[in-house]
């Protein structure tokens, strides 16, 4: 964190964050960082981005699909169905 004052969301709950502050995100690990007030909150993220990301919004029961190549860049969020493994496939 290099300047403002916030709040990180982890699996064991929301921290506050401030200056100085550093913090990790494994893979597939649900986060989310907010700024509750009205001061600019100014951060730095580091950042393996593979070419193919699949998130999950456990609140929302959303994903997100991200693929990066030639240049290009698509996303797309989605709610999972269930269907029948042969369904179109006939």
């Not at 502050?21 to 981005?49: K, M």
Request: negative net charge; aromatic residues 12%; charged residues 30%.
């Amino acid at each position: 964190m290099l300047s403002g004052h916030g709040q990180v969301r982890t699996p064991e709950g929301e921290v506050e964050i401030g200056p100085g502050d550093c913090f990790i995100h494994l893979p597939g690990e649900p986060h989310q960082i907010r700024n509750p007030g009205a001061e600019d909150l100014v951060y730095y993220v580091i950042a393996d981005n593979p070419p193919v990301e699949i998130g999950e919004y456990p609140d929302s029961r959303k994903w997100l699909f991200k693929r990066y190549g030639n240049g290009e860049f698509e996303r797309k969020i989605f709610e999972m169905t269930d269907v029948d493994y042969y369904q179109g496939e006939e």
